[in-house]
Protein backbone atom coordinates (compact mmCIF):
# COMPACT_ATOMS: atom_id res chain seq x y z
CA UNK A 1 0.00 0.00 0.00
CA UNK A 2 1.42 3.49 -1.30
CA UNK A 3 2.27 5.68 2.01
CA UNK A 4 0.08 8.55 2.78
CA UNK A 5 1.79 11.82 2.43
CA UNK A 6 -0.98 13.05 5.41
CA UNK A 7 0.40 9.94 7.57
CA UNK A 8 3.07 10.66 10.56
CA UNK A 9 6.75 10.46 10.04
CA UNK A 10 7.34 7.17 12.28
CA UNK A 11 10.64 6.97 14.98
CA UNK A 12 12.03 4.67 17.00
CA UNK A 13 14.81 3.94 19.89
CA UNK A 14 15.44 1.84 22.55
CA UNK A 15 14.15 4.78 25.21
CA UNK A 16 14.59 8.53 24.98
CA UNK A 17 17.81 9.23 22.99
CA UNK A 18 15.81 9.11 19.66
CA UNK A 19 14.12 12.15 20.74
CA UNK A 20 16.59 14.37 19.93
CA UNK A 21 16.49 13.25 16.18
CA UNK A 22 12.51 13.76 16.66
CA UNK A 23 12.86 17.29 17.78
CA UNK A 24 15.26 18.41 15.31
CA UNK A 25 12.87 16.44 12.64
CA UNK A 26 10.29 18.64 14.00
CA UNK A 27 12.14 21.65 13.95
CA UNK A 28 13.07 21.67 10.18
CA UNK A 29 9.46 20.24 9.38
CA UNK A 30 7.07 22.33 11.23
CA UNK A 31 3.99 20.86 9.47
CA UNK A 32 4.51 17.36 9.89
CA UNK A 33 3.28 14.81 12.55
CA UNK A 34 5.78 12.50 14.03
CA UNK A 35 4.71 8.90 15.44
CA UNK A 36 7.03 7.93 18.10
CA UNK A 37 7.79 4.60 19.64
CA UNK A 38 10.58 4.17 22.89
CA UNK A 39 11.06 0.51 23.20
CA UNK A 40 11.93 0.58 27.09
CA UNK A 41 11.08 -2.82 28.05
CA UNK A 42 14.55 -3.86 26.17
CA UNK A 43 16.75 -1.02 26.61
CA UNK A 44 19.79 -0.51 26.06
CA UNK A 45 19.68 -1.76 22.69
CA UNK A 46 23.68 -1.27 22.84
CA UNK A 47 24.23 -4.46 24.78
CA UNK A 48 22.08 -7.02 22.82
CA UNK A 49 22.48 -9.32 20.33
CA UNK A 50 22.21 -8.58 16.34
CA UNK A 51 19.67 -11.22 16.44
CA UNK A 52 17.58 -9.45 19.18
CA UNK A 53 18.18 -6.12 18.22
CA UNK A 54 16.87 -6.78 14.68
CA UNK A 55 13.50 -8.69 15.97
CA UNK A 56 12.51 -5.61 18.36
CA UNK A 57 12.83 -3.25 15.12
CA UNK A 58 11.23 -5.14 12.48
CA UNK A 59 8.23 -5.45 15.24
CA UNK A 60 8.60 -1.88 15.79
CA UNK A 61 8.52 -0.81 12.78
CA UNK A 62 5.88 -2.68 11.49
CA UNK A 63 3.72 -1.58 14.17
CA UNK A 64 4.94 2.05 13.18
CA UNK A 65 3.52 1.35 9.57
CA UNK A 66 0.39 -0.40 10.95
CA UNK A 67 -0.42 2.68 12.44
CA UNK A 68 -0.26 4.90 9.69
CA UNK A 69 3.70 5.83 9.77
CA UNK A 70 4.44 7.00 6.10
CA UNK A 71 8.42 6.42 7.01
CA UNK A 72 10.23 4.60 9.40
CA UNK A 73 13.63 6.74 11.14
CA UNK A 74 15.40 4.07 12.78
CA UNK A 75 16.23 6.98 15.20
CA UNK A 76 19.32 4.64 16.77
CA UNK A 77 22.86 3.83 16.21
CA UNK A 78 22.54 0.09 17.42
CA UNK A 79 19.56 -0.33 15.31
CA UNK A 80 21.23 1.53 12.18
CA UNK A 81 23.85 -0.37 12.86
CA UNK A 82 22.47 -3.88 12.52
CA UNK A 83 18.76 -3.62 11.35
CA UNK A 84 19.08 -1.18 8.87
CA UNK A 85 19.35 -4.07 5.90
CA UNK A 86 16.43 -5.81 7.43
CA UNK A 87 13.91 -3.12 8.06
CA UNK A 88 14.69 -1.81 4.28
CA UNK A 89 13.79 -5.24 2.77
CA UNK A 90 10.97 -5.82 4.70
CA UNK A 91 9.19 -2.66 4.71
CA UNK A 92 6.81 -0.97 2.65
CA UNK A 93 7.55 2.75 3.05
CA UNK A 94 10.93 4.52 2.77
CA UNK A 95 13.18 3.71 5.81
CA UNK A 96 16.26 6.19 7.19
CA UNK A 97 19.12 5.62 9.32
CA UNK A 98 21.20 7.50 11.60
CA UNK A 99 24.63 6.33 9.97
CA UNK A 100 24.74 7.16 6.44
CA UNK A 101 23.65 11.23 6.77
CA UNK A 102 26.53 11.69 9.68
CA UNK A 103 29.38 9.48 7.46
CA UNK A 104 28.83 11.91 4.90
CA UNK A 105 28.76 15.27 6.96
CA UNK A 106 32.36 13.53 8.29
CA UNK A 107 33.83 13.45 4.61
CA UNK A 108 31.99 16.69 3.63
CA UNK A 109 33.95 18.36 6.75
CA UNK A 110 37.39 16.34 5.55
CA UNK A 111 38.65 15.69 9.26
CA UNK A 112 42.54 14.35 9.47
CA UNK A 113 41.33 12.33 12.90
CA UNK A 114 37.92 11.08 13.94
CA UNK A 115 36.23 9.79 17.24
CA UNK A 116 33.15 7.68 17.80
CA UNK A 117 31.63 7.11 20.81
CA UNK A 118 29.09 4.74 21.05
CA UNK A 119 27.21 1.88 22.53
CA UNK A 120 28.56 -1.72 22.28
CA UNK A 121 26.78 -3.06 19.54
CA UNK A 122 27.52 0.31 17.54
CA UNK A 123 31.26 -0.02 18.25
CA UNK A 124 31.51 -4.05 17.93
CA UNK A 125 29.70 -3.61 14.14
CA UNK A 126 32.60 -1.57 12.81
CA UNK A 127 29.68 0.33 10.81
CA UNK A 128 31.38 3.82 11.42
CA UNK A 129 34.82 2.76 10.43
CA UNK A 130 33.92 0.57 7.36
CA UNK A 131 31.40 3.60 5.62
CA UNK A 132 33.88 6.25 6.56
CA UNK A 133 37.22 3.86 5.22
CA UNK A 134 35.16 4.80 1.85
CA UNK A 135 33.38 7.66 2.38
CA UNK A 136 36.68 9.72 4.12
CA UNK A 137 39.72 7.23 3.26
CA UNK A 138 41.77 9.79 4.22
CA UNK A 139 40.69 10.21 7.89
CA UNK A 140 42.14 8.37 10.68
CA UNK A 141 39.03 6.50 12.57
CA UNK A 142 39.04 5.25 16.41
CA UNK A 143 35.75 4.42 18.14
CA UNK A 144 35.06 3.90 21.83
CA UNK A 145 32.59 2.20 23.29
CA UNK A 146 30.96 4.26 26.13
CA UNK A 147 27.97 2.32 27.46
CA UNK A 148 27.37 3.60 30.99
CA UNK A 149 26.18 7.18 28.82
CA UNK A 150 22.68 5.13 28.02
CA UNK A 151 21.44 4.58 31.26
CA UNK A 152 22.37 7.67 33.35
CA UNK A 153 20.72 9.69 30.11
CA UNK A 154 17.83 7.45 30.65
CA UNK A 155 17.42 8.23 34.47
CA UNK A 156 17.45 11.92 33.75
CA UNK A 157 20.76 12.25 35.10
CA UNK A 158 21.31 15.09 32.88
CA UNK A 159 23.75 17.39 34.90
CA UNK A 160 26.09 16.79 38.06
CA UNK A 161 29.01 14.85 39.51
CA UNK A 162 27.55 11.41 38.32
CA UNK A 163 27.06 12.15 34.82
CA UNK A 164 30.52 14.51 34.76
CA UNK A 165 32.17 11.26 36.36
CA UNK A 166 31.22 8.91 33.44
CA UNK A 167 32.18 11.69 30.75
CA UNK A 168 35.49 12.10 32.38
CA UNK A 169 35.97 8.20 32.53
CA UNK A 170 35.38 8.15 28.95
CA UNK A 171 37.04 11.38 27.52
CA UNK A 172 40.68 10.32 29.14
CA UNK A 173 41.49 7.95 25.86
CA UNK A 174 39.78 10.12 23.31
CA UNK A 175 42.05 13.21 24.34
CA UNK A 176 45.05 10.88 24.35
CA UNK A 177 43.90 10.10 20.52
CA UNK A 178 43.69 13.45 19.72
CA UNK A 179 41.03 13.34 17.39
CA UNK A 180 39.95 16.56 15.77
CA UNK A 181 36.13 15.55 15.55
CA UNK A 182 33.86 13.36 17.80
CA UNK A 183 30.68 12.25 16.90
CA UNK A 184 28.42 11.01 19.64
CA UNK A 185 27.07 7.86 17.60
CA UNK A 186 24.01 7.49 19.93
CA UNK A 187 21.08 9.21 19.51
CA UNK A 188 20.99 9.86 23.50
CA UNK A 189 24.24 11.35 23.67
CA UNK A 190 23.49 14.47 22.17
CA UNK A 191 20.92 15.28 25.32
CA UNK A 192 24.24 15.74 27.44
CA UNK A 193 26.17 17.09 24.65
CA UNK A 194 26.93 20.42 26.41
CA UNK A 195 28.77 18.37 29.22
CA UNK A 196 31.06 16.10 26.59
CA UNK A 197 31.79 19.38 24.95
CA UNK A 198 33.09 21.03 27.95
CA UNK A 199 34.86 18.25 28.71
CA UNK A 200 36.28 17.53 25.54
CA UNK A 201 36.98 21.17 24.76
CA UNK A 202 37.23 23.44 22.13
CA UNK A 203 39.40 21.87 20.03
CA UNK A 204 37.09 18.95 19.54
CA UNK A 205 34.31 19.61 17.07
CA UNK A 206 31.18 18.11 18.44
CA UNK A 207 28.96 16.72 15.47
CA UNK A 208 25.37 17.55 15.72
CA UNK A 209 24.34 14.53 14.50
CA UNK A 210 20.25 15.30 14.85
CA UNK A 211 20.27 18.20 13.13
CA UNK A 212 22.09 16.18 10.13
CA UNK A 213 19.55 13.50 10.30
CA UNK A 214 16.59 15.51 10.26
CA UNK A 215 18.05 17.93 7.20
CA UNK A 216 18.94 14.37 5.23
CA UNK A 217 15.51 12.96 6.25
CA UNK A 218 13.25 16.33 4.85
CA UNK A 219 15.82 16.79 1.82
CA UNK A 220 14.59 12.63 1.04
CA UNK A 221 10.99 12.71 1.95
CA UNK A 222 10.84 16.14 -0.07
CA UNK A 223 12.54 14.53 -3.35
CA UNK A 224 9.68 11.32 -2.69
CA UNK A 225 6.59 13.87 -2.86
CA UNK A 226 5.82 12.48 0.80
CA UNK A 227 5.84 16.36 2.49
CA UNK A 228 2.44 17.74 3.55
CA UNK A 229 1.53 21.12 2.19
CA UNK A 230 0.21 22.37 5.37
CA UNK A 231 2.16 24.72 7.65
CA UNK A 232 1.32 22.83 11.11
CA UNK A 233 0.63 18.94 11.67
CA UNK A 234 -3.33 18.66 11.85
CA UNK A 235 -2.74 16.48 14.78
CA UNK A 236 -0.58 16.40 17.78
CA UNK A 237 2.86 14.26 17.91
CA UNK A 238 2.66 11.28 19.45
CA UNK A 239 4.76 9.18 22.11
CA UNK A 240 4.32 4.94 22.51
CA UNK A 241 6.40 3.17 24.85
CA UNK A 242 6.49 -0.22 25.33
CA UNK A 243 6.35 -0.26 29.08
CA UNK A 244 5.89 3.54 30.50
CA UNK A 245 8.74 4.76 32.32
CA UNK A 246 8.47 8.11 34.36
CA UNK A 247 12.01 9.03 33.07
CA UNK A 248 11.06 9.02 29.28
CA UNK A 249 7.56 11.25 30.18
CA UNK A 250 9.31 13.57 31.85
CA UNK A 251 12.44 14.03 28.97
CA UNK A 252 9.30 13.54 26.66
CA UNK A 253 7.48 16.60 28.15
CA UNK A 254 11.36 18.63 28.04
CA UNK A 255 11.77 18.10 24.49
CA UNK A 256 8.23 18.82 23.29
CA UNK A 257 6.20 20.78 26.18
CA UNK A 258 3.63 19.95 28.78
CA UNK A 259 0.67 18.48 26.34
CA UNK A 260 2.31 15.57 24.99
CA UNK A 261 0.29 12.36 23.98
CA UNK A 262 2.04 9.06 25.83
CA UNK A 263 0.29 5.96 25.55
CA UNK A 264 1.52 2.19 26.36
CA UNK A 265 1.85 -0.62 23.64
CA UNK A 266 2.57 -4.07 24.43
CA UNK A 267 3.78 -6.10 21.34
CA UNK A 268 5.25 -8.30 23.45
CA UNK A 269 2.90 -9.18 26.08
Known amino acids: MPASVDGPI ?22 ERLLYFGDTAHLPYGDKSPEAIRGYS ?9 LGAKAIVVACNSASSVAYDALVAAMDVPVFNVIDPVVAEVARLGVDSVGIWGTKATVKSGVFPAKLAVSAPHARVQAWATPLLVPVIEENI ?23 ALVLACTHYPIV ?11 VALLSTPQIVAEHVARQLG ?15 QFVVSDYTPAFEAIAQQFFGEAISLREDHLWA
Open 158 to 180: LDGPILEAVVDGYAGPTEAAHVD
Open 10 to 31: GLFDSGVGGLTVARALADRLPG
Open 58 to 66: LAIAQHLVD
Open 223 to 237: ELKLLRSTAAPSMPH
Open 193 to 203: AKQIGARMGPD
